[in-house]
Nanobody, 118 residues
Framework: QVQLVESGGGLVQAGGSLRLSCGAS????????MGWFRQAPGKEREFVAA????????DYADSVKGRFTISRDNAKNTVYLQMNSLKFEDTAVYYC???????????WGQGTQVTVSS
């Protein structure tokens, strides 16, 4: 079992920045690939970014490339999502997930709300 807790969400003006954190406890954090997803009201959950267990491989949704950066600190059992140049359409609940590649994401946090005012 891996327990995930997101933090860092809030209200920010368009063009601003936020950094989300996802702290993990339980089984060895470094053994898991991590991802960030988001869900806006009335929409399905969508992929935002992912990072390999070692941190040397990352992937991003086209909508956030060049604006968001995912990183991890295995010593602190934490994965981050730095979000810059935020847009109104980035408003959503952001979730972090954990998986053992090539399996699906099986562990999820409770989510943190990000609201971007236009």
């Amino acid at each position: 079992q891996v327990q995930l807790v997101e933090s860092g969400g809030g209200l920010v003006q368009a063009g601003g920045s936020l950094r989300l954190s996802c702290g993990a406890s339980g089984r060895t954090f470094s053994g898991y690939a991590m991802g960030w997803f988001r869900q806006a009201p009335g929409k399905e959950r969508e992929f935002v970014a992912a990072i390999s267990w070692s941190g040397d491989s990352t992937d991003y949704a086209d909508s956030v490339k060049g604006r968001f950066t995912i990183s991890r600190d295995n010593a602190k059992n934490t994965v981050y999502l730095q979000m810059n140049s935020l847009k109104f359409e980035d408003t959503a609940v952001y979730y972090c997930g954990a998986r053992v590649v090539p399996g699906p994401y099986v562990y999820w946090g409770q989510g943190t709300q990000v609201t971007v005012s236009s």
